[in-house]
């Protein structure tokens, strides 16, 4: 039989840190507030919680990987909206954020979840921060936790 290794959704006494890029804070607010709603839901302390600003989705992952190398957080949330424009700026601020997050996770072996919408419309965001099509907010923060509870499992 192979062994299956899995997360859960318990907090216990993991610790999270939430980088938020305050660039379309009417949405980015929203992830924020649901990714903060299910951490508690699932038994995190707000007190054992830091949130990160940040001015926007570029500045996201040199944030989310200094926290991570402090060693006192089990995983790091990015929240983020990038919503396309005219111009080709969309395509690289979503590359960098993108990459930069996955890169901050590989670096420092800490889960890094990515939370940052890259969406088409405002509309679209809005629907993804809470409105029609869920809040990627709390997807983040329940991927958060369950990679927070798998990591120990994995490590021995």
């Not at 600003?53 to 992952?61: D, L, N, R, T, Y």
């Not at 080709?88 to 930069?100: L, R």
């Not at 993804?128 to 923060?141: F, Q, S, T, V």
Request: glycine share 10%; charged share 20%.
């Amino acid at each position: 039989m192979p062994t299956h290794l899995e997360g859960d959704l318990v907090v216990d006494d993991h610790r999270f840190a939430l980088v938020v890029g305050r660039f379309n804070e009417h949405v980015t607010g929203d992830l924020l507030d649901g990714a903060l709603d299910t951490l508690e839901r699932h038994g995190a302390h707000l007190d054992d919680v830091t949130v990160v600003h940040v001015p926007g989705s570029w500045e996201i992952p040199v944030a989310a990987q200094t926290c991570a190398r402090t060693g006192d957080y089990d995983a790091v949330i990015c929240l983020g909206a990038v919503i396309r424009g005219d111009t080709p700026h969309f395509d690289y601020v979503c590359s960098g954020a993108t990459s930069g997050a996955m890169q901050a996770s590989l670096d420092t072996d800490v889960p890094v979840l990515f939370g940052i919408l890259t969406t088409d419309t405002v509309d679209q965001a809005i629907a993804r921060a809470g409105a029609k099509a869920g809040n990627k907010g709390r997807e983040a923060a329940e991927a958060a936790i369950e990679m927070a509870t798998l990591m120990p499992k994995l490590s021995g």
